[in-house]
């Protein structure tokens, strides 16, 4: 079948607003003084909608609403299995719209359609996880027989200020809003400016499932100003932040003259370990789409292979050419495997890296933009070989499709070469070895481990990073714990 290629053939999605407004207390707003943003498409870098730029004052409305909506509204008291209905309508229709929530993310982001597919069926399961985990959640109870009972009390806590970073966006939303209101909260949701689209299509979709008026509320704008207002704001009591590590340090100190509730999910550089032993075709594969799926644009990216010494030739060349294989094309063409990075600030900041490299490691694939993509913020699936550990290619976060390859001889000096790094997201290991495998999970410095695996991730599990790269867990009963007080009661008998 013949796919559609070039930009000429790419239109609009189908349903886009006309403008993007904020949702306050269950209307669509324009800013308080009327200010706008750009937004821009990742093809051709020309503005396509605008954006309501957010102030202290949008925020301080939309926290007024969620405020109020906590202390009157029925959504707090009502029963987990309400609740749990609400949600499971919520994903129903986020199912049914998921061709063109798609569409849509694609079309802002870059993001290659059939990957923006999955991470909109993804969204709809987060809120369909929290629906069935609310109902099924029992508290701790503790008897000392003839003497105590003592139990627990889970409560909500109030308005979640959630603030969400611009890869897979709306999924990444729906995994901080599904939780927040899951369990009685009410939210503010600000996301990221360069891609607000798929935002905006969440008021609709909770409407029409039954959400009350301002339980969810929407500011959109630039970080400096929403973002801060919402971290300032003295009634929001939790904030949940998905973004980089100096964003997150600059929240953390503007949110401790109010004590708030924190979750951080941070940067990374994580590595993926192959030894000798390994099923070196398995483990091509999946780091091949561990670091250039969603155009490397993952927290998780396994951005870092660490290859022992014995197969490292054969490797390195094995990867290079499955490197050149990759599609790059446009997000809307289903045969994408790689799209545009999200914007041209970011593409020049990937742009950069690759010129690093090529004074850091040995370029054997990519190194640029791909052959024929003349415009738009495409850039070839880039592999270094020979990278040294202090090079800047192995060390910061590039979040692009760019990866560095370095040998190892030894389990100790890949375990080292893996901690070696101010972050501690992900971790992927590649060995035949079982207790070889376990015993380096357990000493790696990371939040989750990966062994002969691909990225994937049951929706019960923690989620969540060490050292520079979080602070807390979300994910499964964790998530709830971060948005809920538990209060303890003690019964003498
Ligand atoms: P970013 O830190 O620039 O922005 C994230 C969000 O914070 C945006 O909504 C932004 O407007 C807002 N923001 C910026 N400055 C702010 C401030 N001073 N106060 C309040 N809010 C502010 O991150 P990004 O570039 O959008 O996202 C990419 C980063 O996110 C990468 O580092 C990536 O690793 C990380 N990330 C981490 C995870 C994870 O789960 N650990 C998941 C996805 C992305």
Redesign the pocket.
Known sequence: TETVTGPAERTAPAGLPERIQHYVDGELVDSVDGATFDVIDPVTNEVYIQAAAGKKDDVDRAVAAARKAFKEGPWPGMLPRERSRVLHRIADIVTSRDQQLAEMESYDSGLPITQALGQARRAAENFRFFADLVVAQSDDTFKVPGRQINYVNRKPIGVAGL?????TPFM?ESWKIAPAIATGNTVVL????FTPLSASLWAGIFEEAGVPQGVFNLVNG???EA??AL?KHPDVPLIS?????R?GQ??FANAAPHLKGLSM????KSPAVVFADADIEAAVDATIFGVFSLNGER?TAGSRILVQREIYDEFVERYAAQAKRVTVGYPHDPATEVGTLVHPEHFEKVMSYVEIGKQEGRLVAGGGRPEGFETGNFVAPTVFADVAPDARIFQE?I?GPVVAITPFDTDAEALELANDTRYG?AAYVWTDDLKRAHNFAQAIEAGMVWLNSNNVRDLRTPFG?VKA??LGHEGGYRSIDFYTDQQAVHITL
């Open positions: 603030i969400t970073p611009w890869n990444l600000k996301p990221a400016e630039i970080g400096e973002g801060d971290v932040f998905t973004g980089e590590s964003t600059l929240i999910e941070l940067g990374g927290c976060e979040f997201l990073g790269s979080g």
